[in-house]
């Protein structure tokens, strides 16, 4: 008993912010009805910006705290609702997850920029001195209580006493309930809505720079990383309290958090228990909340008697622009393909060459967006792993059988097929936000407990190709041979994403896309297609992930994480999710803008996908995507233009959307 408790109290700290972050969420989405994902980068932002301020401005630990806690915490959190997620209507679950992914792709990629690419190291802790032994618990040597053990204690009882008095017994807590359920409702009623919303947004804020804080001093040097690993646990506490229920989520995270500590003193470093299993434990945790907790299958039910009143979306520019408009642009893309294909083969500078090499391949692994999200309305968050899976079988097949590479891949791609009609299986009774925390629990998991393993991947330095495995002169140094498949493979690939969207099936996902319950009142077999739309976007996910692991001749982990599945979501976002033509901007737009970021200070690097997260942000005023926004806006000038034309001095009147 003496050990356990010495193994147990270590984990208590981590437990603490673990309960601190699932209790904001639970707020955030019992008050907002918004669930946050961009709140593990909330919780960096302010760890990051206590660290920093403590290291490099030497300023003293309270007034650091304040800064990082009491003001950016709260600001961020009324910043984030004034301009983001008070603009999106309660019913509209997928803008509010993509809004939460844009931050979090988007807010550790700016930190860099605004302070620089310094490594925040040794964060001290907030209230008590760390190297300090203030006591021993029951009297026990062997249980040393420290100021980082009492900090995390101590504050975390505190806020979370004074949350539950607030939402149980005063008026506010009550209007904060209400407004989750209809805010535009409760402004009926006399109530000001928005000020409610607010109030709950600073909230959240400040246990979100609270948490982060608390986790901040247990860690070497303060990474984006070790907060998502925050969130995930943080979410598998709230999954268990069907993101309702604070002393439930609270008790789950300082529960999950004293385990994963305690088991490691007790497991064998050297047994795959310790190397995989333990790592992969929250995600464990999650996936069997979402699969026995019936809460969470009610997640996106819609409450709001107003729901209906919102205008539907404008169909895609390429249906309805004019005759004429529409001979221009498709003349426009055939000369712009010609010109492509003959720069590539004769005058592109080679380094140019291997970064629009790279673009296929990416373009590839989007197309699988466009079918599962666009066409289909499934949000998954593990793309990037499923192009991994094929990726890493291939390599395994080609270095162990002597299977050519290219068609390892194809083996690999029907493996990524399978893997995701699995996750589609398991996620059957889970709707939005519950399929998009199983799939990012999946992506989490093969990290942690497969990608890891050095008999999957080789280790961290992954798996060089060898051109022997290839049969055809892929690596040559000019590049050429790869572009000509990468391109046939790109175009197969479109062509067949289109004649999906074109067919029976694209109709079926389609009606899906806009009501389940309709599409299945109407005959529709839900469960049969979602397996289909799934196993379909892992094959073309496969295919991408075997391209892009060629043009990069490695296969490395790196390359294949959790965070890039996140980030492709928001770069397709970006671009255009409806469409073929979006996932192909999305990939040769994210080469492109990342090497011409090259050429700038390294602190700019991050750049890129703080651009794409921005453009994501406008996806619940204009889910169709910032590029097909300006398609439409120039479209209409030029109709215009033809109006005129054709009737000369009168006034031709198009609307901008």
């Given at each position: 008993m003496e050990q356990l408790i010495g193994f147990a109290v270590p984990g208590l700290p981590y437990g603490c912010a673990y309960a601190v972050f699932a209790v904001g969420l639970c707020l955030t989405y019992q008050t907002t009805g918004v669930f946050n994902f961009g709140y593990g980068a909330q919780a960096y932002a302010s760890a990051f910006v206590f660290g920093w301020l403590v290291q490099y401005k030497a300023w003293p630990v309270w007034a650091a705290f304040v800064a990082a806690v009491v003001v950016l915490g709260p600001g961020l959190g009324l910043v984030l609702d004034r301009f983001l997620f008070r603009r999106i209507p309660s019913t509209n679950t997928t803008a509010k997850m993509v809004t939460g992914l844009s931050l979090l792709v988007g807010i550790p990629a700016l930190l860099p920029v605004l302070f620089g690419n310094e490594n925040v190291v040794g964060v001290p802790s907030v209230a008590f001195d760390p190297n300090t032994v203030y006591f021993h618990l029951f009297g026990l040597a062997v249980v040393p209580v420290n100021g980082i053990v009492l900090s995390a204690v101590v504050l975390a009882v505190a806020i979370l006493v004074v949350l539950v008095l607030l939402l149980r017994v005063t008026f506010l807590g009550l209007e904060m309930r209400a407004a989750v359920e209809s805010r535009r409702l409760v402004q009926l009623g006399g109530v000001d809505g928005d000020r409610v919303t607010a109030t709950a947004w600073a909230m959240s804020g400040f246990m979100a720079g609270l948490a982060g804080v608390l986790l901040a001093p247990m860690q070497a040097t303060v990474q984006s990383q070790d907060f998502v690993t925050l969130m995930v646990a943080a979410i598998a506490a709230a999954a268990w309290a069907a993101l309702r229920s604070m002393p439930v989520a609270a008790a789950v995270g300082v529960l999950l958090g004293v385990a994963s500590v305690t088991l490691q003193g007790y497991l064998p470093t050297g047994s795959i228990w310790y190397s995989a299993a333990l790592p992969a434990m929250p995600f464990i945790v999650l996936v069997a909340a979402l699969l026995t907790v019936p809460g969470l299958r009610r997640?996106?039910?819609?409450?709001?008697?107003?729901?209906?009143?919102?205008?539907?979306?404008?169909?895609?520019?390429?249906?309805?622009?004019?005759?004429?408009?529409?001979?221009?642009?498709?003349?426009?893309?055939?000369v712009l393909l010609v010109a492509f294909v003959v720069s590539m083969l004769t005058w592109m500078p080679r380094g140019w060459e291997t970064v629009l090499n790279q673009g296929l391949a990416y373009s590839v692994i989007f197309l699988s967006i466009t079918l599962l999200t666009g066409t289909a309305g499934q949000l998954s968050l593990a793309q990037a792993t499923l192009a991994g899976v094929a990726a890493f079988t291939a390599g395994q097949l080609a270095e162990h059988l002597g299977l050519t590479f290219l068609v390892g891949g194809l083996v690999g791609s029907v493996l990524a097929a399978a893997v995701a009609a699995v996750l589609a299986l398991l996620s059957m009774r889970l709707r939005g936000l519950g399929l998009a925390l199983m799939t990012l629990a999946a992506a989490l998991l093969f990290d942690a407990a497969v990608f890891s393993a050095s008999s999957v991947s080789g280790g961290t330095g992954g798996i060089t190709i060898r051109a022997a495995w290839l049969g055809l002169d892929l690596l040559a140094p000019d590049g050429h041979v790869y572009f000509v498949v990468a391109l046939a493979v790109l175009v197969i690939c479109t062509g067949g994403v289109v004649l999906v969207q074109r067919g029976?099936?694209?109709?079926?996902?389609?009606?899906?896309?806009?009501?389940?319950?309709?599409?299945g009142g109407v005959g529709v077999n839900l469960p049969w297609q979602r397996v289909l739309v799934f196993a379909l976007s892992g094959a073309l996910a496969g295919v991408g992930g075997t391209l892009l692991a060629v043009q990069q001749t490695v296969i490395a982990p790196a390359a294949f994480n959790y965070q890039l599945s996140v980030a492709f979501v928001v770069v397709v976002v970006t671009t255009g999710v409806g469409s073929v033509e979006g996932a192909i901007q999305a990939g040769m737009g994210l080469v492109v803008i990342e090497e011409l970021f090259q050429y700038a200070p390294p602190r700019f690097e991050g750049?890129?996908?703080?651009?794409?997260?921005?453009?994501?942000?406008?996806?619940?005023?204009?889910p169709e995507g910032v590029v097909e926004l300006e398609k439409r806006r120039w479209t209409a000038r030029a109709e215009r233009l033809i109006l005129r034309r054709r009737h000369p001095g009168s006034a031709a009147v198009t609307g901008e959307s």
């Amino acid at each position: 008993m003496e050990q356990l408790i010495g193994f147990a109290v270590p984990g208590l700290p981590y437990g603490c912010a673990y309960a601190v972050f699932a209790v904001g969420l639970c707020l955030t989405y019992q008050t907002t009805g918004v669930f946050n994902f961009g709140y593990g980068a909330q919780a960096y932002a302010s760890a990051f910006v206590f660290g920093w301020l403590v290291q490099y401005k030497a300023w003293p630990v309270w007034a650091a705290f304040v800064a990082a806690v009491v003001v950016l915490g709260p600001g961020l959190g009324l910043v984030l609702d004034r301009f983001l997620f008070r603009r999106i209507p309660s019913t509209n679950t997928t803008a509010k997850m993509v809004t939460g992914l844009s931050l979090l792709v988007g807010i550790p990629a700016l930190l860099p920029v605004l302070f620089g690419n310094e490594n925040v190291v040794g964060v001290p802790s907030v209230a008590f001195d760390p190297n300090t032994v203030y006591f021993h618990l029951f009297g026990l040597a062997v249980v040393p209580v420290n100021g980082i053990v009492l900090s995390a204690v101590v504050l975390a009882v505190a806020i979370l006493v004074v949350l539950v008095l607030l939402l149980r017994v005063t008026f506010l807590g009550l209007e904060m309930r209400a407004a989750v359920e209809s805010r535009r409702l409760v402004q009926l009623g006399g109530v000001d809505g928005d000020r409610v919303t607010a109030t709950a947004w600073a909230m959240s804020g400040f246990m979100a720079g609270l948490a982060g804080v608390l986790l901040a001093p247990m860690q070497a040097t303060v990474q984006s990383q070790d907060f998502v690993t925050l969130m995930v646990a943080a979410i598998a506490a709230a999954a268990w309290a069907a993101l309702r229920s604070m002393p439930v989520a609270a008790a789950v995270g300082v529960l999950l958090g004293v385990a994963s500590v305690t088991l490691q003193g007790y497991l064998p470093t050297g047994s795959i228990w310790y190397s995989a299993a333990l790592p992969a434990m929250p995600f464990i945790v999650l996936v069997a909340a979402l699969l026995t907790v019936p809460g969470l299958r009610r997640l996106d039910a819609s409450v709001d008697p107003l729901s209906t009143v919102d205008p539907p979306q404008p169909p895609p520019v390429a249906r309805a622009r004019a005759p004429e408009i529409d001979r221009v642009v498709r003349t426009g893309w055939w000369v712009l393909l010609v010109a492509f294909v003959v720069s590539m083969l004769t005058w592109m500078p080679r380094g140019w060459e291997t970064v629009l090499n790279q673009g296929l391949a990416y373009s590839v692994i989007f197309l699988s967006i466009t079918l599962l999200t666009g066409t289909a309305g499934q949000l998954s968050l593990a793309q990037a792993t499923l192009a991994g899976v094929a990726a890493f079988t291939a390599g395994q097949l080609a270095e162990h059988l002597g299977l050519t590479f290219l068609v390892g891949g194809l083996v690999g791609s029907v493996l990524a097929a399978a893997v995701a009609a699995v996750l589609a299986l398991l996620s059957m009774r889970l709707r939005g936000l519950g399929l998009a925390l199983m799939t990012l629990a999946a992506a989490l998991l093969f990290d942690a407990a497969v990608f890891s393993a050095s008999s999957v991947s080789g280790g961290t330095g992954g798996i060089t190709i060898r051109a022997a495995w290839l049969g055809l002169d892929l690596l040559a140094p000019d590049g050429h041979v790869y572009f000509v498949v990468a391109l046939a493979v790109l175009v197969i690939c479109t062509g067949g994403v289109v004649l999906v969207q074109r067919g029976t099936v694209g109709r079926y996902l389609a009606a899906m896309r806009g009501s389940e319950v309709g599409a299945g009142g109407v005959g529709v077999n839900l469960p049969w297609q979602r397996v289909l739309v799934f196993a379909l976007s892992g094959a073309l996910a496969g295919v991408g992930g075997t391209l892009l692991a060629v043009q990069q001749t490695v296969i490395a982990p790196a390359a294949f994480n959790y965070q890039l599945s996140v980030a492709f979501v928001v770069v397709v976002v970006t671009t255009g999710v409806g469409s073929v033509e979006g996932a192909i901007q999305a990939g040769m737009g994210l080469v492109v803008i990342e090497e011409l970021f090259q050429y700038a200070p390294p602190r700019f690097e991050g750049l890129t996908f703080v651009l794409f997260a921005l453009g994501a942000l406008a996806y619940a005023a204009h889910p169709e995507g910032v590029v097909e926004l300006e398609k439409r806006r120039w479209t209409a000038r030029a109709e215009r233009l033809i109006l005129r034309r054709r009737h000369p001095g009168s006034a031709a009147v198009t609307g901008e959307s």
